[in-house]
């Protein structure tokens, strides 16, 4: 069984920084795209940047684009989200995520989560 660990999250002030990490353990897995989707309180997630494995291509929300940076590596199956100049707004648990079945089927398997919250 595959199972995605987040880690870095925590507590940070406004217009500051932090770097949340995201590693695969378990049984070897083909890993097409990894992603970083998001939870704020009381609203629905929302996929922030995703990374696909094939030519390295990213994409991002509006919302993080220009602040936010997805990296990864793709024999490892490890994924990182640099979040820079951030917002109270950007509070949210967020979710690891990886596709595994193909490039266009949707995010199948998910991390537990970790807590970012950012104080005014």
């Known amino acids: 069984q595959v199972q995605l660990v987040e880690s870095g999250g925590g507590l940070v002030q406004a217009g500051g920084s932090l770097r949340l990490s995201c590693a695969a353990s378990?049984?070897?897995?083909?890993?097409?795209?990894m992603a970083w989707s998001r939870q704020p309180p009381g609203k629905e997630r929302e996929l922030a940047a995703r990374?696909?494995?094939?030519?390295?291509?990213?994409w991002y929300a509006d919302s993080v684009k220009g602040r936010f940076t997805i990296s990864g590596d793709s024999p490892k199956n490890t994924v990182d989200l640099e979040m820079n100049s951030l917002r109270t707004e950007d509070t949210a648990v967020y979710y690891c995520?990886?596709?595994?079945?193909?490039?266009?089927?949707?995010?199948?398997?998910w991390g537990r989560g970790t807590q970012v919250t950012v104080s005014s």
């Open positions: 995520a990886a596709r595994t079945k193909s490039t266009v089927t949707p995010f199948d398997t």
């Open positions: 378990g049984r070897t897995f083909r890993c097409f795209a």
């Open positions: 990374i696909g494995w094939s030519g390295d291509s990213t």
